[in-house]
């Protein structure tokens, strides 16, 4: 990981297209700005971190769920 030190109005460029600037300081919270294109996903960690879990969560399926799925899948076929 890396860690820097910048003031109010310093910034730093990741890769070619993003930069971050430290906009302010105060109350021992940090508001920071990002430039980006407009197709870059930006997310907060906590919020990524969901998304994560949600997706993932998404994938796991119950095999109960998934025979019911299927007989009723199989019903439909049959009255056809």
Not at 19 to 27: A, D, L, N, Y
Not at 67 to 76: C, E, I
Request: glycine content about 8%; hydrophobic content about 35%; cysteine-free.
């Amino acid at each position: 990981m890396l860690v820097l030190t910048r003031k109010p109005g310093e910034g730093f460029v990741i890769g070619d297209d993003i930069t971050i600037k430290i906009v302010e300081m105060k109350s021992g919270g940090v508001r920071i700005g990002i430039e980006a294109p407009q197709n870059k996903k930006i997310y907060r960690q906590e919020i990524y971190d969901r998304i994560t879990m949600e997706n993932q969560a998404a994938t796991q399926w119950n095999m109960t769920d998934l025979d019911t799925l299927s007989d009723n899948l199989s019903a439909g076929i049959k009255k056809k």
